[in-house]
């Protein structure tokens, strides 16, 4: 019996008028990974995470999510959760309506309003608008509510703009429970140590995946100048080619 | 994910204050013609139903709040870019279209009752002061109807041009300018054509007569307007089909 990965990313490519945003991008993630993706501003993280997500098309290839086109899951609310903006919220909604809204959505009992409240430590501010919280605290209302139904998958955009040193530590611990079991997440970020901490994999990327293999070992700054060798190297051979 | 929808569309002040000012620009604009109307010692039957059906006819006033609330619960969610989330729940953002259009079936029609409702109670209210009394007979209830179902599908009409404008700032500037100043220009200007524009539907429906007098037969105007409908929402699923949700 074939085993289907969990994500599939095959010959993806994006164009926005003459600016290529992705090009003949080819992922393949299995259960349980936790991918960390790197690539300096303009490098097509986003567009990449956004046509995972389904709310991006692909001008060229397809994505996959358990087989499946991202945007037309049987199950979604299950199978996929993101998060790709703190901003991406409805405003005028309380808290507490919001997880309302995620719970009705996904079929979800009732009880897991309250339940999640206490879970991702939202009782404070439950019964405030969303629009008058920080960018930390819609980012833990964000993931609270895709992490209401546990998704199979998990995508994050720089979730850790915004966040306090306390929110940073509570969301790894999130990313590394999901992990240990065996659930599958992506993350981008610009921060390569925080992503150290929980990738199990690491996909470096500038409109092409650039490099995707083991988390680099080493000295924070020695994966750093890594990081930089290996971006400015391709950037170095586009000027040559260009 | 319909219950969904319709929890979220009902929270907020967007619903309650769009009804609350629709009601209270139709009771402002019976008030204002009741009070034009001049005192009568022994009102026929033909002056009852005449009075009543211009006071009943500003009820479609409701119209403009309903599209304006059709059109801002999508272009909200493109502007604070949770329209992803929703449609990835939906399971496309074309299922999406289709259930919001669903559970705003409720507050179209509370638009449409509040319309109607609030110069029916002017009208009743205000009439005998003037020495004539509702009476809904002749063509009364088929304007009552109408402005229901004006208020309704403008809602609609609204929903539909914003899956297509997405911005919210855009959209109701635009529909608010279409509605008052463009399209009844048109209408009069080229009546012929105008007739079959929304705004002309809707003076079928209503079986206004005030600018125009080659107005559609009501029935026909339902087919007009709705087909409208039909072909705007062919325009929004391919849009939707084609296009990036942010």
Request: charged share 15%; with cysteine; net charge positive.
């Amino acid at each position: 019996m074939t085993v289907l990965p969990t994500i599939e990313l095959r010959s993806v490519g994006k164009r926005y008028g003459a600016t290529t945003a992705l090009e003949t991008v080819e992922l393949s993630i299995e259960p349980g990974e936790c991918v960390g993706l790197l690539g300096p501003n303009g490098a097509g993280k986003s567009t990449l995470l956004g046509v995972l997500c389904g709310i991006i098309r692909p001008s060229d290839g397809e994505a996959r999510v358990y087989g499946q086109t991202p945007g037309v899951l049987t199950e979604p609310g299950a199978t996929l959760g993101f998060a790709l903006d703190p901003a991406g919220l409805h405003g005028e909604l309380r808290v507490r309506e919001h997880l309302r809204t995620e719970v009705l959505a996904q079929g979800l009992p009732a009880g897991s309003v309250a339940e999640a409240i206490l879970k991702f430590g939202l009782d404070a501010y439950a019964d405030r608008k969303i629009r008058t919280l920080s960018t930390g605290q819609r980012q833990r209302v964000a993931l609270a509510g895709v992490l209401i139904g546990d998704p199979a998958v998990l995508v994050l955009d720089e979730p850790t703009n915004g966040l306090d040193i306390e929110a940073v530590q509570w969301l790894r611990q999130i990313i590394l429970g999901r992990t240990a079991q065996g659930l599958t997440t992506i993350v981008s970020s610009h921060n390569i140590a925080e992503l150290r901490r929980v990738a199990t994999r690491m996909v470096v990327m500038r409109t092409q995946v650039l490099y995707d293999g083991p988390v680099p070992v080493g000295s924070d700054d020695e994966v750093e100048q890594w990081y930089t060798l290996f971006v400015g190297v391709s950037r170095r051979r586009d000027e040559v080619v260009l | 994910m319909i219950r969904a929808e319709i929890y979220r569309i009902q929270r907020g002040w967007t619903f309650w204050s769009l009804l609350g000012v629709a009601i209270f620009l139709n009771v402002l604009a019976a008030y204002g013609t009741q009070s034009q109307m001049g005192h009568v010692e022994f009102a026929t039957t033909a002056l009852n139903r005449s009075a009543t059906q211009q006071l009943i006819g500003l009820g479609f006033g409701a119209s403009l709040c309903s599209m304006i609330f059709g059109a801002v619960i999508i272009t909200r969610d493109f502007g604070n870019l949770s329209i992803g989330r929703d449609a990835l729940l939906a399971r496309g953002p074309v299922r999406l279209l289709g259930m919001r259009a669903l559970a705003s079936g409720a507050p179209m029609l509370s638009f449409g009752l509040a319309g109607a409702g609030s110069v029916l109670v002017v009208a009743a209210l205000a009439l005998p002061r003037t020495g004539a009394s509702l009476d809904l007979g002749g063509h009364g209830w088929t304007i009552l109807v109408g402005v229901v179902g004006s208020v309704v599908l403008a809602g609609y009409f609204g929903q539909l041009v914003a899956w297509q404008s997405r911005r919210s700032l855009w959209t109701v500037a635009g529909l608010v300018a279409w509605t008052l100043l463009i399209e009844p220009r048109l209408i009069t200007l080229v009546s012929s054509v105008g007739r079959f524009l929304p705004g002309g539907a809707t003076q079928g429906m209503l079986m206004d007569t005030s600018s125009i007098t080659n107005i559609l037969t009501p029935a026909s105007a339902y087919i007009v307007y709705i087909g409208w409908l039909a072909l705007l929402s062919v325009f929004a699923v391919h849009r939707l089909r084609s296009t990036d949700l942010r």
